[in-house]
């Protein structure tokens, strides 16, 4: 998946509603403006403790496709010298909840209701997770991810079902 090229082409979302296509907004409701622009920048993303301290920096994000870099920290390795089993459920988790936002153009909060892996190799990092929208509903959205490392190697896949809230 290449997100440079054109995201909105990369999204393939066949049961998407209107509701996810297009967000409501009017002038009057300038504070969820407001959080939506901070998150569509990253800056929302970027000032989140739990993601700072796994090193995970969302790349893209665009049209219900995301891609999400963890970097290379020895302080997140196991014993075989590669980031732990942990980062890549976190790896995992961001990309598809960053893919889930960035379908609803950054105007809900995305929380976890499922989240399944498949740890395919040990690779050292950085690692990269490409994550897409595949069925939706009004709230619910189901997503795909896979994270590879610098050469493109196939490291973990998971699946994930979220649950979309309006920001507070």
């Given at each position: 998946m290449d997100l440079t090229q054109n995201?909105?082409?990369?999204?393939?979302t066949p049961h998407a509603t209107p509701h996810m296509l297009?967000?409501?907004?009017?002038?009057?409701?300038?504070?969820?403006?407001?959080a939506r622009a901070a998150a569509a920048s990253g800056a929302t993303f970027?000032?989140?403790?739990?993601s700072r301290l796994m090193g995970l920096r969302r790349e893209a994000?665009?049209?219900?496709?995301?891609r999400v870099r963890a970097d290379d920290d020895p302080a997140l390795h196991d014993r075989h010298g590669c980031l732990g089993r942990a980062v890549l459920m976190a790896l995992?988790?961001?990309?598809?909840?960053?893919?889930?936002?960035?379908?609803?153009?950054?105007?809900?909060?995305?929380?976890?209701?499922d989240l399944s892996a498949s740890f395919v190799a040990r690779r050292p990092g950085p690692l990269t997770a490409?994550?897409?929208?595949?069925?939706?509903?009004?709230?619910?959205?189901?997503?795909?991810?896979?994270?590879?490392?610098?050469?493109?190697?196939?490291?973990?896949?998971?699946r994930g079902c979220f649950r979309l809230v309006p920001h507070a």
């Open positions: 995201p909105r082409q990369a999204a393939q297009a967000a409501q907004r009017s002038s009057a409701d300038a504070p969820r403006e407001a970027a000032a989140v403790p739990y994000a665009a049209a219900g496709v995301a995992l988790d961001t990309a598809m909840a960053s893919a889930a936002i960035a379908s609803v153009d950054f105007t809900h909060t995305a929380l976890t209701l490409d994550a897409r929208v595949v069925a939706c509903d009004e709230r619910v959205l189901f997503c795909e991810a896979e994270v590879h490392d610098a050469g493109g190697a196939p490291v973990a896949r998971g």
